[in-house]
């Protein structure tokens, strides 16, 4: 798993709803869908940098290229 540097949490929303996902239910986690994947965010600010990477990598993602989204 790659490590990620800590992001804000509606970063990373804004950086994955511009590759194709989007929000598919609010609470304390943020749930977000690209229609076969799912991604699941926590409300934390910043998200810690290993559950960042997993995220980015679950997203088909490298680091270098979340960060350009960002």
Not at 39 to 57: D, E, K, Q, S
């Amino acid at each position: 798993m790659p490590n990620c540097p800590g992001v804000n949490h509606q970063r990373a929303i804004r950086a994955f709803v511009k590759i194709g996902f989007w929000v598919e239910r609010e609470g304390k986690h943020v749930i977000m869908t690209n229609g076969t994947l799912d991604l699941v965010i926590r409300r934390n600010n910043p998200i810690n940098r290993y559950t960042m990477g997993g995220l980015v990598a679950r997203a088909g993602l490298t680091v270098p290229q979340f960060r350009d989204l960002l």
